[in-house]
Structures are given as C-alpha cells and as structure tokens.
T-cell receptor
Framework: GAVVSQHPSRVICKSGTSVKIECRSLDFQATTMFWYRQFPKQSLMLMATSNEGSKATYEQGVEKDKFLINHASLTLSTLTVTSAHPEDSSFYIC?????????????FGPGTRLTVT | AQSVTQLGSHVSVSEGALVLLRCNYSSSVPPYLFWYVQYPNQGLQLLLKYTSAATLVKGINGFEAEFKKSETSFHLTKPSAHMSDAAEYFCAVEGAGNMLTFGGGTRLMVKP
C-alpha cells in the first residue's frame, strides 16, 4: 500500500527558532499534499494544500509567512514553522494524493509532534 | 460547503458489545465519505470509504458503515467490540480539490 512518512516524528525547539517538517511519499508520486494541525483532543484542521511546482494554498487564518510550505518534488513537501512560539505546539499531520489513481485516495503520514518551549 | 457532525465525543462500550459511532454530513454535491481511526500519537488510518457505489460499505477490522442519503448519515458500526478498537475515530467528507473536512472525532473506549 501507499506509504507516507514524516520526519521528525517528534521535535522540541526553543521559542523564536524555526523548525522544518518533512513529508514524503515513499512509493508513489504525489502532485498534491495537505498539511493539517491537530490540537490535543481535537480534530484535524486543514492548514494548506501543497501542489508540486506551485505556491501552496493556505486556509483562512493560517499565516503563510509563518508556515512556509515547499513542494519541491513529487515525493516531498516541507513545512517550516518560522519563529516558533509555544502556541504553535501541536501535532502536524500531512497527507498525499497519488498522481495516478482514484482522486479520493488520500494517505496520511504518522504525524510530527512539535513542542515549543 | 461541506460539514461533518459526529454526535458523541466519547463512546464507551463493553468488550463484545455493538459499536455505533454516529456521523451526519452536509454536502451540496453527492459526497465521498470516509471513516478514519487514529491511535495515540499516530496519523490516520483509513477504515472505509463511500464513493457512490454500494450504500453498505465494509472496511477493515470488522467495521462497516451505511450511507443513508435521506438521513444524511454515515454511521460506523461493528458487531462486537474488541479492546484493540479503543481509539479516536474521525468521519470526513471530501470537497472540492480533494480536501477533507473532518468531524470533531469520537473517542471509543472499550471496557473489559
């Protein structure tokens, strides 16, 4: 089956620093990847849609300058949290849609837990 | 616009009992509907999906869901709960651009 990985799985950083999270589709090419954040005991909220070779589309209320998304290849999208603050602490999950196949097949990564101290 | 409502943020059942997790949706077009399961500190795993074929959809781990257009529902069931079923369950509807809108989630607890 299609596998999506995220790295790192867990990261702790100091307030004011930047953190990069990688999302990789391991055995398929993905023209579209999504980034979600999930606060404790809450549902997933879509942050942005990442399309290979073009600028990401951000959801309302998500700061594009704070959450930088780069989808440089068909198997890799990165989310950089710039100047992180404690309120950015969350569980970040990516998903990817294969470039070929059914449009409703969306595969999720295992998530990255970010803690900002 | 799509929306999803999951009634009951917490559901507790005894091992061996019926599991029923409720999901109601709102969609302006024929929906694609999904149920995902999330174990602690992990991503989402697809349980099953409805894509306008059979209204009764069978998924993994003995789960199934029935699409009822008249009730705008897509409830998830399992005849006999197992301890390993304890997890968070999310119902989702797909909108434009393959974007998923998730319900608030239901935490299933299974008592021995």
């Amino acid at each position: 089956g299609a596998v999506v990985s995220q790295h790192p799985s867990r990261v702790i950083c100091k307030s004011g620093t930047s953190v990069k999270i990688e999302c990789r589709s391991l055995d398929f090419q993905a023209t579209t990847m999504f980034w979600y954040r999930q606060f404790p005991k809450q549902s997933l909220m879509l942050m942005a849609t990442s399309n290979e070779g073009s600028k990401a589309t951000y959801e309302q209320g998500v700061e594009k300058d704070k959450f930088l998304i780069n989808h440089a290849s068909l198997t890799l999208s990165t989310l950089t949290v710039t100047s992180a603050h404690p309120e950015d602490s969350s569980f970040y999950i990516c998903s990817a849609i294969p470039a070929t196949g059914s449009s409703y097949e969306q595969y999720f990564g295992p998530g990255t837990r970010l803690t900002v101290t | 616009a799509q929306s999803v409502t999951q009634l009951g943020s917490h559901v507790s059942v005894s091992e061996g009992a019926l599991v029923l997790l409720r999901c109601n949706y709102s969609s302006s077009v024929p929906p694609y509907l999904f149920w995902y399961v999330q174990y602690p500190n992990q991503g989402l795993q697809l349980l099953l999906k409805y894509t306008s074929a059979a209204t009764l959809v069978k998924g993994i781990n003995g789960f199934e869901a029935e699409f009822k257009k008249s009730e705008t529902s897509f409830h998830l069931t399992k005849p006999s709960a197992h301890m390993s079923d304890a997890a968070e369950y999310f119902c989702a509807v797909e909108g434009a651009g393959n974007m998923l809108t998730f319900g608030g989630g239901t935490r299933l607890m299974v008592k021995p």
